[in-house]
């Protein structure tokens, strides 16, 4: 099992960024696939990014591609979410999840199996 802790979230103007960290805890981060997932009042849970157990593979939203970065460090057991570029309907709650799931990255949020307690990013025009 791994608990996961987010944290980096805050308010920024529109072209701002920030840096969202992911901390989890347990021996076995390295063994988990990770993801980032954000939820918009009134609006359903979106896939943001995802990243491979080693690092090695990414797959990033099409609306954030080019602007959000995700990345890990294992030896940390932290992942992270770098976002430039922020624009107002980037503001959401950003959550970052675990998975087992062994056939490619994955969107989809019911194949994660742990999730963080989200953090609120608030991008104001």
């Known amino acids: 099992q791994v608990q996961l802790v987010e944290s980096g979230g805050g308010m920024v103007q529109a072209g701002g960024s920030l840096r969202l960290s992911c901390a989890a805890s347990g021996r076995t981060f390295s063994s988990y696939a990770m993801g980032w997932f954000r939820q918009a009042p009134g609006k359903e849970r979106e896939f943001v990014a995802a990243i491979s157990w080693s690092g090695g593979s990414t797959y990033h939203a099409d609306s954030v591609k080019g602007r959000f970065t995700i990345s890990r460090d294992n030896a940390e057991n932290t992942v992270y979410l770098q976002m430039n570029s922020l624009k107002p309907e980037d503001t959401a709650v950003y959550y970052c999840?675990?998975?087992?799931?062994?056939?490619?990255?994955?969107?989809?949020?019911?194949?994660?199996?742990?999730w963080g307690q989200g953090t609120q990013v608030t991008v104001s025009s």
């Open positions: 999840a675990a998975t087992t799931f062994r056939l490619g990255l994955t969107t989809t949020p019911t194949r994660y199996n742990y």
